[in-house]
């Protein structure tokens, strides 16, 4: 089953996807943020839509390891983000945190390196930090696998 990633910021979430084998990670789309329980609503869609079987939700913390204003407000949105996810059915749905940090320094060094505009840069880096959220999810599911064989 796929597995959805999350880059939750103030304005808009970065959303991306695994493959079927949850190997590789994808760039899905950048969702302008409207409201916590429509945004909500919208992820829940695409969860249905991709048959996801996990939510993985960035976690921004501080280099130091400490919480900041953009952590609460994540915590806040993964709280609505389950309680909506009880009251529809979607109980069997795993969410997880994902060590955010420095995802959105490095999104824009790769883009920069495939000498995006900075115009376009602004529309896709929250894709880009997603998917690089997802590829570290899937790379320490990869990891834990491969110790246990």
């Known amino acids: 089953m796929r597995k959805i990633a999350l880059d939750v910021g103030?304005?808009?979430?970065?959303?991306?996807l695994s493959?079927?084998?949850?190997?590789?990670?994808?760039g899905l789309m950048t969702l302008e943020r409207v409201g916590i329980?429509?945004?909500t609503t919208k992820i829940l869609q695409l969860v249905k839509e991709y048959q996801c079987d996990t939510i993985v939700i960035g976690l921004p913390k501080k280099l130091d390891g400490t919480d900041s204003i953009q952590t609460e407000k994540v915590y806040e949105f993964r709280t609505m983000l389950e309680n909506k996810m009880r009251s529809?059915?979607?109980k069997d749905v795993e969410v997880v945190w994902q060590d955010e940090r420095l995802?959105?320094?490095?999104a824009e060094k790769v883009l920069i390196e495939a000498d995006v505009s900075r115009k376009k840069r602004k529309?896709?880096?929250?894709?880009?930090?997603?998917?690089l959220i997802m590829q570290s999810?899937?790379?320490s599911l990869a990891a834990k696998k491969q110790k246990y064989e």
Do not use: F
Request: aromatic share 2%; no cysteine; net charge negative.
């Open 103 to 106: 995802t959105t320094v490095m």
């Open 37 to 39: 329980r429509k945004d």
């Open 10 to 16: 103030d304005k808009t979430v970065g959303i991306a």
């Open 88 to 90: 529809t059915g979607m």
């Open 137 to 139: 999810y899937l790379d």
């Open 19 to 26: 493959d079927e084998l949850a190997i590789t990670a994808q």
């Open 123 to 131: 529309k896709v880096i929250d894709k880009q930090a997603a998917v």
